[in-house]
């Protein structure tokens, strides 16, 4: 009886050892529990948070500041920032007047439809033999600058007007000006340059809402005018390089487009080409077609010009009128 009372007693104290191991174990996990519950509330909702994104984000979460226990600081974005402006838009540049007009792509002849062409018996050809079908045909043979208001030049429906006056019975989205071979006799250059200035207000108070061109002279072939008059109207490229850059003076002042046509036709002495004219002045056909194809690369439109209108005419008196010292050309 009394093995098997101590058997059984040493089974029970067995017992007795495991339950209250099992016990302390429990007591401990709790503790342990309420201690990381603790720190978790000490640390904040900051704190948690940047546990949570460091976890998210594929990191450990343990402490960044050497394993002192505390959350790692989460850096927010910074509110006073602002995102970098965009690129500003490039303002569009306004027309530049000093120079000759730029080429652009070609336009077809029904852009001349509602052109006026005014000047000598060069434009005259040109219109004859260009091969441009359109456009009103507003020319005089000798006509100069210094008689445009004056010289009572065409005949229209029976009666008589200066190319002015024809200019104004019609509307006219263009306006090309061409003058100055008739002058090149007179050597009075500042009565040329205050003249062209009139002319474009004058043309400009009639055709407001046309863009006005100025065609620079075509050069001309001193030696084929010797051997056809014997040059008697002293016609010389000399002058007429001054009496060009004299219209592009005007055509800047005044703010209309400039044709630089000399650089189109001048060969490497400063002359026009042998073979280009009969005369030496007048242009045959092949000529009038490559003055046209100019024409026809070298446009720009009103709005370009204007963008905000344009200048209003300072003046409509006529220019000084010297006399014509080159005959009819």
């Given at each position: ?146 008689k445009l208001a004056e010289k009572k030049a065409l005949t229209i429906g029976g009666k008589k007007y200066t190319l002015l006056e024809a200019l104004a ?111 030496g002045v007048h242009l045959k056909k092949d000529a009038c077609q490559q003055w046209l194809e100019y024409l026809k690369t070298h446009t720009v439109d ?28």
């Open positions: 009886m009394s093995g098997g009372y101590k058997g059984k007693h040493a089974a029970r104290s067995r017992q007795n050892v495991l339950v209250l191991a099992i016990v302390a174990a429990v007591a401990l996990a709790v503790i342990a529990a309420a201690v990381r519950m603790g720190r978790s509330g000490a640390a904040g909702p900051d704190s948690l948070a940047g546990n949570l994104a460091q976890r998210a984000d594929g990191s450990s979460g343990s402490p960044s500041n050497g394993g002192s226990g505390s959350a790692p600081e989460v850096q927010l974005p910074d509110q006073s920032r602002t995102d970098p402006p965009a690129d500003p838009v490039p303002e569009e540049k306004s027309y530049d007047f000093s120079q000759p007009a730029p080429e652009r792509e070609a336009v077809d002849n029904s852009y001349f439809q509602d052109a006026a062409f005014v000047g000598d018996s060069r434009t005259d050809g040109f219109m004859l033999y260009s091969g441009i079908s359109a456009g009103k045909n507003l020319t005089s043979n000798g006509l100069s600058i210094f019975l019609e509307e006219y989205g263009k306006v090309y000006l061409s003058l100055g071979v008739n002058e090149l006799g007179t050597y009075n250059d500042s009565a040329f340059y205050d003249s062209y200035c009139a002319a474009i207000d004058q043309i400009r108070a009639l055709q407001p809402n046309a863009v006005i061109y100025i065609q620079g002279l075509i050069p001309l072939n001193e030696k084929q005018i010797e051997d056809y008059n014997g040059n008697k109207f002293n016609l010389t490229n000399e002058h007429l390089r001054v009496y060009n850059d004299l219209m592009r003076q005007a055509a800047q002042e005044k703010q209309v487009v400039y044709l630089d046509l000399y650089s189109e036709f001048v060969d490497e002495n400063g002359a026009l080409p042998e073979g280009v004219s009969r005369d009103f709005d370009t010009l204007y963008p905000d209108g344009p200048p209003v005419a300072e003046n409509t008196a006529p220019g000084v009128t010297p006399e014509d010292g080159s005959g009819q050309i």
